[in-house]
């Protein structure tokens, strides 16, 4: 008994396999992981640190050199990438796709730690992120209030966050967009310049008390006790009790020279909601769990979180991923029930009973694909649902030429049992042939490397797995249903309809065939010409993209004002974006950013790290139209522009790896200056390209800042020495850590040593600065050095993927 034989004969078992085959498709879809984006880890990895009030050749030099030497001395390298800001330095990462992504990290961490004691002490934060397109937020919360302190707003968010945290299928949940708290130990210069004391030496005083060393392990006779010598602070008191030094026979402490209490940091991210203040609390989630359920549980403990709030704080949920694969979701079942129709409408001359047959095979071929995807390791996303709408076109054919055939043979006079063999055996290889051309079409995409192969192969598989299963079950389950199902007596001219479509092709069609035959060369070549002009025509009116756009109903706004712009002057410019948003009935709602990105709530979408010239608004529309949307934004980009002192750049999201913009062009040297011409000139014929917008130049415009310029001579002769100016503006301007105090619950916070010259100090507020000389005096500022403006480049890049032409060669 042949192959094609067992499934007819031995309906038994085809009639079990096919009662599995529905009950794991069936098992499969309910269980599938659901989630925007495929989820797999990619050996790239970001590394931001921020240095406060360094210009980008200091970034540059202290701190991306050094570590870009360290990192560079791993293997596997394939390209490292860093941008220098004011007070800002991000590095890429990107070693070769073969190797292990967790190792790494875990590589690249052990490096940045090694190296981290080397560094200036003044960095307030270093971070490594991993990427992972699947490391996305899949919720972002607004805890909305126009008077609420922030500290009020900044526990709440953290008990959201707690909450959030403890819901299963939530990965890690964060919070944005208030200032940090610090512990401030404000100096008072006139008392420590009585007693002699330089700010060192409570600096000093803070770091030593706060440390924890254990002590070890003491036997007493049969009883072994951990000593403890020291410890860290327990509370404000401990702080305020801190021995700083002796003077003249008496103890001076903490609470004697300097004040002791909770405070905020500098301002450097502030959020609204719908124009209102806000703080924000996102959460994302873990790899193999169900987006919809995650959602109904992160709701749900949103629920209780809202109950215990006071009533001037009001939870707001701007964003929900779920209603995004909701929308994908509810396409391909779109396109599922019209392949549905299509088919019935097509097989309607051979009858219900095949057009009934044929439809089995759509959602059973669909049912195998995705049970094939979840043992894989796959989830439902907005690539493989693309595949399986792709396939929707393709999963038929073969079922639909097997059914043809026997109901011929059928009309033809043979048996049920008879038609289904004898007509299955004979396109047997002619459909064989047909798949494996398909299978082939799709193969080279299961073989691209890289993180886009990674991204994009879930695609093929989805395409391959549900080809390969249309054809199984029209060499099966397809004969075995028509052997019982299509009408024993048919008709050997068949139905009405039937006739009419076969007297069309015999009047039509044949005549054609017959005379493309007679000159194949030329049906060759007009073949050929005809699909070029077709698909030159169409092309020309839905355009060409390298990638598709993403249409989700959300989109960037993203604000970038001069280098130098203070935060109040780029919020004017965010708040006349508000404006225009606030007028247009399609959008449900935003966020502002101000000083820093959105949180990530896509994958290809990196936000800003933190500058006081740059502020994004993420907006939610009530609904994305293909044809509409686009004109309504083209609209808003026009609106926008008018903005006279800001880039505003409107961003539609778009599928595909993440790119600086579709045409970056970079110019490489080692002299600023020289890349600063160069760069202007390459940026006004870009402009006068056609075609051509939102062109950015990063170092258009040089920023001016302030130098101190200490006079040598006069520093020598007081015996001031150079790092004392350093500390002491420091000191005034930013102030400085000395250590962290952490709480019971585990939180841990700065213990930042200030005067009370903070909070974007002015120049005139410069002149209260004092320096201690070696005797413990302290003189003004003002006369040992003197400010000045200079013009100093915003911006810097390096490339370590990109190498220098030899000399004497002229391809560069």
Sequence with gaps: MSFLEFPIKRYQFTLVAFAMLVALGISSFLSIPRQEDPYFPIPIYQIVVAYPGAEPRDVERLVVKPIEDRINELDDI?????????????????????ADAEKKYDEVVREINALRPSLPTEIARLEIKKSNPGLVNIVQFALVSPDAPYRELEDQARDLKDMLKAVDGVRTSETWAYPARELRVALDLPRMAELRLAPSRVIEALQSENTTVPGGAIDVGSRSFSLKTSGSYESLDEVRDTVVAAVDGRTVRIRDVAEVQWDTQEHTYIGRFNGQRAVFVTANQKDGYNI??????????????????PKRIKLELGFDQSQNVATRLNRLTTDFAIAIGLVAITLLPLGLRAASIVMISIPLSLAIGVSTLHMVGYSLNQISIAGFVVALGLLVDDSIVVVENIAR??????????????????IFLAILGCTATIIFAFLPLMMLSGPSGKFIRVLPTAVLSTVLASLLIALTIIPFLASRILSKNEN??????????QRGIHRFYQPLLHRALAKPRLTVWGSLAACFVIMIGVGGIIGFSLFPKADTPNFIISVETPGGSSLAETDRALKFVEARLSAMPEVASYFTNLGHGNPKIYYNEFGNEGATNYGDIFVKLKEYDTSDTPKKLEQLRRELKRYPNAHIYVKEFQNGPPITAPIAIRVIGSELDELDRLAARVEQLIKETPGTRDVENPVRIKRTNLQLKIDSQKAALFGVPALEFDRAVRLAVAGIPASRYKETDGEQYDIMVRTPITERASIHALDQVRVTTLSGATLPLSQLAELQFIAVHRRTHTDRSIQPCARGHDQC
Excluded at 409 to 426: D, K, M, N, P, V
Excluded at 492 to 501: D, I
């Design 492 to 501: 050997p001219e068949g139905n009405r309809l039937l006739q009419s479509v």
């Design 78 to 98: 394939k390209k490292i990438e860093s941008f220098s800001n004011d007070g800002l330095a991000m590095m890429v990462v990107e070693f070769y796709s073969t």
């Design 292 to 309: 919809f359920e995650v959602r109904e549980r992160i709701l749900e403990a949103a629920k209780k979180f809202e109950q215990q709030l």
């Design 409 to 426: 043979f059928l009309r033809e006079g043979h048996s049920r049992t008879q038609a289904a063999i004898l007509a299955t055996r004979q």
